[in-house]
């Protein structure tokens, strides 16, 4: 089992709507929890991370962690279609530590 | 503007020729990282360093090398590449001191795609 999974996608919206994007993990040891963005033929960029359960919110964007049921969570409202990219989920332990990413959930967001 | 830079792009290159992929942080980073990114598999880790001559194994180890002479560049080399290596490169670095990196804020480079024939 990968201690990371998300659903690969794609994932096709209409500009506008509010996306959610998900991710499981497997190791309960996780205390930080990220969200990259990475553009075709780009390296991942940082959108978001939080530290524990809860929610954070930046703009447009929410991230949301459930440790009880090991559930991360992106929300994108007013979607657009700069938001097409893929979107990493990643976990860590402690900020000295190895970085677990899932494969990526690729979003097209329609004109 | 802070960054991490990777040369070359793109390379083409045939089983058994060494390379070599350079990675540069200008951001005064103590921790760098390399990872390759496969379909379905997501982003796995190559090699780190947390310091100036300091390189640790990541999960797929197996045919790369690496060094870190400098703080700002770790790159990438391939003794003997094969075709299981072809692969999407990316190097990448945070902030810190010694093993107390910020690893929840990596920065990574444009990457670098691999293809060994």
Known sequence: QKEV????????????????LNCTYSNSAFQYFMWYRQYSRKGPELLMYTYSSGNKEDGRFTAQVDKSSKYISLFIRD??????????????????????FGPGTSLSVIP | EAQVTQNPRYLITVTGKKLTVTCSQNMNHEYMSWYRQDPGLGLRQIYYSMNVEVTDKGDVPEGYKVSRKE???????????????????????????????????????????LSVL
């Open chain 1, 79 to 100: 979607s657009q279609p700069s938001d097409s990219a893929t979107y990493l989920c990643a976990g860590l332990k402690t900020s000295y530590d190895k970085v677990i």
């Open chain 1, 5 to 20: 999974e998300q659903d690969p996608g794609p994932l096709s919206v209409p500009e506008g709507a509010i996306v959610s």
């Open chain 2, 71 to 113: 703080k700002r560049n770790f790159p990438l080399i391939l003794e003997s590449p094969s075709p299981n290596q072809t692969s999407l490169y990316f190097c990448a670095s945070s902030g810190g001191q010694g093993r107390r990196a910020t690893n929840e804020k990596l920065f990574f480079g444009s990457g670098t795609q």
